[in-house]
């Protein structure tokens, strides 16, 4: 496959998002702003992670005072954090008590299947580029 950037990256995450690859309470999803990217953070932190290295971060969701869940995002290598999900939250939550992942991942876990298919529909959105790419690349050459 090709080289591919942060941009392109974000934008084959963000066309593979649906339902079926969100993990979060309805009580969290119902509260939301109808925004795509909610709770789409766990599986596209790892699905980044797994394309371009780097760390977790996690954060507690706090809403009215009190921790209704938790909020997942990149730290690359170099440093720099990426949040592809931040826009996810509403006016009355916030993120508390921010730190790095220092566990492994559990893959038993309800969140796998979200991941796996997250990651399968990144892969292949991100091959159908590299592909479309090579054709252009070749047909200038010529």
């Not at 760390?55 to 954090?81: F, K, R, S």
């Not at 993120?95 to 991941?115: D, K, M, Q, Y």
């Amino acid at each position: 496959m090709a080289p591919v950037t942060l941009s392109e990256i974000e934008a084959a995450v963000r066309a593979s998002w649906g339902p079926e690859t969100s993990f979060a309470s309805a009580e969290y999803m119902a509260r939301g702003g109808g925004q795509p990217s909610r709770g789409q953070c766990g599986t596209t932190a790892l699905v980044l992670q797994g394309l371009l290295g780097g760390d977790l971060m996690v954060a507690d969701v706090e809403h009215e005072g009190q921790v209704v869940g938790v909020h997942y995002w990149n730290l690359m290598p170099v440093g720099v954090e990426v949040d592809l999900t931040r826009d996810q939250f509403t006016d009355a939550e916030s993120l508390v008590n921010v730190r790095r992942v220092t566990i492994g991942r559990n893959t038993s876990t309800a969140g796998e299947r979200p991941f796996q298919l997250l990651k399968q529909r990144v892969t292949a959105v991100l091959k159908t580029r590299s592909r479309r790419q090579g054709t252009t690349s070749e047909a200038a050459d010529h």
